[in-house]
């Protein structure tokens, strides 16, 4: 298997709860799981046609997309659901949109950790990945808990203006 065989695979695999979820989001009355599938069946054939260092994640997307429109006339077929196409797609580009603001504010949030020193990071490190209780860093730390919850009050405040500006410096909405 080549090294971008490989690297399209990790690609599928680390998207399939948001593909899955962005299935359930557009077409509740689908069988998620199966459209899934068959969105699954051709990314793999697909794979020699994307392009990498382009937004897999809309690409992925826009197959589930029609996969789950073919599902959804296969019930239309089958007189289990009646749904208008057109608030399917009004559904799929309102997601589409949400989806790209996330990895928006995502990239904003990943510049922003670059401009906290290493103390800062670590902090939010021990938090937010870690997962460790605020009592337990300050433990681990000896500092009060009250003084390490206002310091992360202020980190937390402070990436969040910082992700606004990036936002807002790239054209976003804020």
């Not at 090294?3 to 998620?32: D, F, K, M």
């Not at 937004?55 to 208008?84: C, G, M, P, S, V």
């Amino acid at each position: 298997m080549s090294e971008l065989n490989i690297e399209y695979l990790q690609l599928v695999t680390r998207h399939q709860a948001a593909i899955c979820g962005y299935i359930r989001s557009i077409a509740p009355g689908v069988t998620a799981d199966d459209v899934l599938q068959e969105t699954n069946i051709v990314l793999w054939e697909k794979a020699g046609e994307f392009e990498p260092g382009t937004n897999f994640k809309a690409y992925a997307f826009r197959i589930a997309h029609f996969k789950t429109l073919e599902a959804l006339r296969a019930q239309k077929r089958d007189h289990w659901l009646q749904f208008d196409s057109d608030i399917l797609e009004s559904i799929a580009r309102h997601q589409v949109e949400v989806e790209t603001d996330q990895a928006g504010r995502q990239h904003a949030l990943r510049q922003c950790m670059t401009e906290l020193d290493d103390e800062q990071r670590r902090l939010i490190h021990l938090r937010y990945t870690d997962g460790q209780t605020v009592r337990q860093i300050a433990e681990d730390m000896q500092r009060s808990e009250g003084a390490l919850q206002q310091l992360y009050f202020r980190l937390r405040n402070a990436l969040r203006q910082c992700i606004e500006r990036k936002l807002i410096e790239e054209g976003g909405p804020a």
